[in-house]
């Protein structure tokens, strides 16, 4: 009994110190974003989503909140889309789709079936972990395609932490230029430093 019961614990532990994990891990590419723009490696006025990771969470907008909401159950299907509207052939889409769809409930069903089978955790994270590998690389594409700015690792990072934001981005970018913006439409804009500061800090924000 002393035995299963320090194995919760220890499995308790680590549950506890993930939520922290993934805020250290934002706010390490934040800080590298930062950094980034300041010496001139990246362009803090350069095509970005319109629509931000956060944005569903801080933004008064009911029909951003239904694409959220609709998201949570239909990203596979988004997924498949995009890659799609990217110039794949119908059997890679399909296949995204049904390998997305596979992963996603897996990490679901796992999830449940620890209840009675003790460790079943730990693949449904590997299946959750593959889900979003597999949209970040899809949001890495639409990034190139569009010449976004951001790395493979933001497109992780944003894909395992807020995916139903990340679907709404990519289906959005490749919809046409009305999904993507730019921060500011002169590329040498003539600001102030705290109107500059401004939109670095946004634009950090927005990963």
């Known amino acids: 009994s002393s035995g299963i019961n320090a194995e919760y ?26 950094l980034a723009m300041e010496f001139g490696d990246l362009n803090p006025y350069g095509c970005d989503f319109k629509i931000g990771i956060i944005d569903p969470l801080t933004t008064v907008d009911v029909a951003l ?15 498949a889309r995009t890659v799609s509207m990217l ?6 889409s399909v296949a995204i789709g049904v390998t997305g769809t596979t992963l ?44 976004i700015n951001g790395n493979f690792v933001e497109d992780f990072f944003a894909s395992m932490i807020m995916y139903p934001s990340s679907c709404i981005q990519i289906y959005t970018a490749m919809e046409g230029k009305d999904g993507r913006s730019t921060l ?22 927005a990963v």
């Open 87 to 92: 110039g794949a052939s119908r059997a890679s």
């Open 9 to 34: 614990g220890q499995t308790a532990s680590v549950m506890t110190g993930l939520p922290y994990a993934m805020l250290m891990s934002f706010v390490c590419m934040a800080l590298w974003r930062g």
């Open 184 to 205: 500011m439409t002169d590329p040498k804009p003539s600001v102030s430093n705290g109107s500059e500061m401004k939109s670095v800090v946004k634009n950090v924000l």
């Open 65 to 79: 909140w239904t694409d959220f909401g609709k998201q949570i159950f239909i990203a596979p299907y988004t997924m």
């Open 104 to 147: 996603l409930v897996s990490w679901i069903t796992l999830l449940l079936v620890e209840l009675e089978v003790q460790g079943a955790f730990a693949i449904s994270w590997c299946c959750y972990l593959s889900f979003a590998f597999l949209l970040a690389a899809i949001r890495c594409s639409v990034r190139g395609q569009w010449e």
